[in-house]
């Protein structure tokens, strides 16, 4: 062991709230970078591919991170490390759903479905863009299903997450409390 001893950083009553606000922003800067590149938000993939991988990350680690209190505290910092990055890498099934689609190989008349590129959370998406009352191919309707599209990909990151780190906390060893564990760096 090299005895050092690896503290968690201190956590205000707002650190919850952070990986959601960063989750929103990138949403919106994706959105927005989309609208202005192309003038439809969403169909300005090859202009803006590095923007879109950004974001795409910033979603899965902030999607990662978001559950991350449920096992503080129940495992070692470095466990904590280790489960997020598998979390991350977890959603990688999600990135090609998005990404890899039949509505782009397919030209129809039928109406674009956030679920074809969402497949957990889309049906909900879906329903609420027909409850709204903006015509398809708009500006509003483009934007707002580009917003549903990567937001809904961030949920499913959180709920990857999520399933892990209660699987992980329910085998985690009992008895190991962050306060008097000293853990190694390695």
């Known amino acids: ?21 960063v989750a929103i922003a990138a949403c919106a800067a994706w959105a927005g970078i989309a609208l202005t590149v192309s003038g439809t938000p969403g169909s300005a993939l090859q202009p803006v591919l590095p923007v879109f991988v950004l974001v795409m990350v910033t ?3 902030t999607g990662a991170a978001t559950p991350l209190p449920l096992i503080s505290g129940t495992v070692p910092v470095r ?12 959603t ?8 890899i689609n039949p509505a782009q190989w397919e ?15 889309g049906w909900l998406f879906d329903g609420i863009m027909g409850a709204l009352p903006f015509a398809v191919d708009t500006p509003v309707y483009n934007l707002l299903f ?6 809904g990909f961030y949920l499913e990151c959180v709920l ?19 306060e008097g564990h000293a853990e190694e760096e390695g």
Request: aromatic fraction near 8%.
């Open 79 to 90: 466990r904590e490390r280790q489960a997020m990055l598998v979390a991350v890498a977890a």
């Open 146 to 151: 580009s917003a549903f599209e990567v937001f």
């Open 1 to 21: 062991m090299s005895g050092k001893v690896v503290a968690s950083l201190p956590r205000s009553r707002f650190s919850p709230a952070i990986p959601l606000l």
């Open 92 to 99: 990688v099934p999600f990135v090609a759903a998005l990404v």
């Open 107 to 121: 030209r129809g008349d039928a109406l674009p479905l956030i679920a074809d590129r969402v497949p957990v959370f």
């Open 59 to 61: 979603l899965a680690v």
């Open 160 to 178: 990857v997450a999520t399933i892990l780190y209660a699987v992980l906390r329910l085998t985690a060893a009992p008895g190991f409390r962050e």
